[in-house]
C-alpha cells in the first residue's frame, strides 16, 4: 500500500510524502493530510523492548512509505544521537500519581528537536528521491522554540539556507540568546516589530506569492517549510506517543490494550495532532488533554464550535503558546468533515476573512476525544510551585500549563485513566518564571544569574546547551517592520 497525502483545501492536489516533505505547505494554501490512515502492527512484545529509534523505524515506514528502509535508517540513526542528552531520548518519569514525557532533551532543551532533528534529513533526502537540485530555503515564523531548533538542524546542510522571524518582544531572554547566537554560514535570524502572529502570516503570504516563487526558481531557489505544517514533523511526533505507551507496559504501569490520557500543552496544534494520528493507528488512548494558556482559543473552539481569532493577545509566561491561529487545527477540521476538502477550504476562507469560523454538530461529534481547558500565569506559577513542592520535581511553565488542566479535569470528573503530561521545555529555558515561582517573589537577576539559582533550587544539573550560551558571540542583529519580511528574504537572497 502507497500512502498518499492531499491538501486539506484541494483533494485533486495529491502528493508522495517525500513530495509533500518537499513542499511544506500545499501550493492551494492547504496541509498535506494522509488520505488514509497507514496500517500499523502495533506489536508491542516487540515495542516495549524496542529503542526509540526502533519505534521511530516502526511508525515512520508506514507513514512515509515511499522512503526506503536504508534512507529511514539514515535519518533516524542521525537524527536521534548523542546530541539528545538522555540515551532514551524521551523518558518517561513518574511525577506523583501521573507520568511526565520529557521531550526537552536535545540541542535546545524543548520538544521542537524530536521533530527538527530529523526533518533535514528527511528534506535533504526527499530532494534527491525527487531529483531536485535547487537550492532549498527554509522560512520559518517562531514563537520562540522552532527557530532556534530549525537552525540548530539545518545549519551548514549543504545545499539549504534558513531564515527565522522571530517576535522581538515575545521570546524569552534565554530563547533570544540562543538565537542570536546560531552559527552556521547558510542561517539568518531576523526580529519582527509584531508578534508571532504577523510573522506567521507573513511568511504564509511569501510562500503562496506567485511571483516571488517564480523569481526564486530563476534563481535556483525553492521555499521549503520547517514549521509544523510539514508533514516531516508531523510524522516524527507520533513516535514518542506510541514510545511513551510501550514505556509504561513495560514497567507494568498499565496492561496492554489498557487506555492511557495525554495532556498536551498547545499552541501550534502539530503535537497534539500527532497524538490524535497515534490514536488513529490504535493505540488505546483515552482522552486527548488540549491545554492552553490565556490565549484560549483552542479552548473555547472545542468547548463551543465556534473558532474566533477576534479577541486580545497575550505575551504569557509560556510563549510558545502565544498563539491565536493555530495552523494544524486545520488537520483536524479536514477529518472531522470526513476529509472533506471543500467544506474545509470554506471554513479557513472564512477565517481569513472575519477571523472566525464555527464547525456543524456532526463535526463536533467527531471531536469527542478531546477535552480542553486552560490555565491563567498565576496558576501556571502556583502549579510550578505545588508540583515541586509534594514531588520535587520541576516543571517548565508550558508543562505546568498542560499539568494544571490535567488537575481540573481530574477534580471535576471521574476519569481514573493513567495520564501522561507531555513535558515540552526543560524549566532551564525560562529560569525568570519558574525561579520566581518557586520563591514566590519577583527577581532583579538576570537569566543566566537566574539559571544557576535554579540549580541551587532544583538539583538538577543545568544543561550543557544553556551554560554555552553565555558566553556565545552575538552573530544576528537584524530587526524588521512586519511589513518588511519580504524585502529582508530577497535582500538576504539576493534575489533584487
Ligand atoms: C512549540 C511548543 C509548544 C506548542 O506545541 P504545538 O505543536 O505548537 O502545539 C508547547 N511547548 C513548548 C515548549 C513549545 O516549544
Redesign the pocket.
Known amino acids: 500500500m502507497s500512502i498518499i497525502y492531499q491538501s486539506t483545501r484541494d483533494k485533486n492536489n495529491k502528493v508522495t510524502s517525500s513530495q509533500a516533505i518537499l513542499q511544506g505547505l500545499a501550493v492551494d494554501g492547504g496541509l498535506y493530510v494522509p488520505t488514509v490512515i497507514p496500517n500499523i502492527d502495533l506489536d508491542f512484545d516487540f515495542l516495549k523492548n524496542a529503542s526509540y529509534q526502533e519505534v521511530a523505524k516502526v511508525i515512520l515506514s508506514a507513514f512515509l512509505d515511499d522512503f526506503t528502509e536504508e534512507e529511514l535508517s539514515y535519518c533516524i540513526d542521525n537524527a536521534y544521537d548523542k546530541k539528545f542528552d538522555d540515551s532514551l531520548i524521551a523518558p518517561l518519569v513518574k511525577v506523583g500519581e501521573h507520568y511526565n514525557l520529557e521531550l526537552f532533551h536535545g540541542n535546545t532543551i524543548?520538544?521542537?528537536d524530536m521533530a527538527l532533528s530529523i526533518l533535514p534529513y528527511l528534506l535533504t533526502t526527499s530532494a534527491k528521491k525527487e531529483g531536485v537540485e535547487n537550492e532549498i530555503v527554509i522560512l520559518t515564523a517562531t514563537?520562540?522554540?522552532?527557530g532556534k531548533a530549525a537552525m540548530a538542524g539545518f545549519a551548514d546542510v549543504p545545499n539549504t539556507q534558513i531564515i527565522v522571524f522571530y517576535p522581538k518582544d515575545g521570546v524569552s531572554e534565554i530563547q533570544k540568546q540562543q538565537m542570536v547566537t546560531q552559527t552556521g554560514d547558510n542561517t539568518h535570524v531576523v526580529a519582527i516589530d509584531g508578534n508571532f502572529d504577523d510573522a506567521q502570516t507573513q511568511v504564509k503570504k511569501m510562500f503562496n506569492d506567485t511571483d516571488l516563487r517564480e523569481k526564486m526558481l530563476a534563481n535556483n531557489k525553492q521555499f521549503s517549510s520547517a514549521n509544523?505544517m510539514n508533514i516531516g514533523r508531523l510524522v516524527p511526533q507520533i513516535v514518542y506517543y506510541v514510545y511513551a505507551y510501550a514505556q509504561l507496559l513495560k514497567n507494568g504501569a498499565i496492561t496492554e490494550g489498557q487506555k492511557v490520557n495525554f495532556s498536551v500543552?498547545?499552541?501550534?496544534?502539530?503535537?497534539?495532532l500527532a497524538a490524535y494520528y497515534a490514536k488513529q493507528i490504535g493505540l488505546p488512548i483515552n482522552k486527548l488533554i488540549c491545554a492552553s494558556n490565556e490565549n484560549n482559543v483552542l479552548t473555547d473552539f472545542f468547548n463551543t464550535g465556534a473558532y474566533d481569532k477576534n479577541r486580545d493577545f497575550f505575551v504569557t509566561s509560556?510563549p510558545?503558546?502565544d498563539?491565536l491561529v493555530?495552523s494544524?487545527l486545520e488537520r483536524l477540521v479536514f477529518h472531522a468533515t470526513d476529509n472533506n476538502d471543500v467544506e474545509t477550504r470554506d471554513l479557513m476562507d472564512k477565517l481569513v476573512q472575519s477571523g472566525k469560523y464555527e464547525i456543524s454538530d456532526e463535526m463536533n461529534n467527531n471531536l469527542e476525544d478531546f477535552i480542553a481547558g486552560f490555565a491563567s500565569q498565576k496558576q501556571t506559577s502556583d502549579e510550578i510551585a505545588t508540583i515541586s513542592n509534594k514531588f520535587s520535581y520541576v516543571e517548565?511553565p508550558?508543562t505546568a500549563v498542560a499539568n494544571a488542566v490535567y488537575d481540573v479535569y481530574k477534580e471535576g470528573s471521574d476519569d481514573k485513566t493513567i495520564t501522561v503530561i507531555v513535558s515540552?521545555?526543560s524549566p532551564y529555558k525560562f529560569p525568570r518564571v519558574v525561579v520566581e515561582a518557586l520563591t514566590g517573589k519577583t527577581s532583579e537577576l538576570d537569566d543566566f544569574a537566574l539559571v544557576d539559582e535554579l540549580e541551587k533550587l532544583s538539583g538538577v544539573k543545568q544543561p550543557a546547551a544553556v551554560k554555552d550560551l553565555k558566553t556565545a558571540p552575538i552573530l544576528h542583529k537584524t530587526v524588521v517592520d512586519v511589513d518588511q519580511m519580504q524585502d529582508e528574504v530577497e535582500k538576504y537572497l539576493k534575489l533584487k
Open positions: 524543548a520538544f521542537k514563537s520562540g522554540d522552532t509544523s500543552p498547545t499552541g501550534n496544534f502539530g503535537n497534539i509560556s510558545s503558546m498563539i493555530s494544524n517548565d508550558h515540552t521545555a
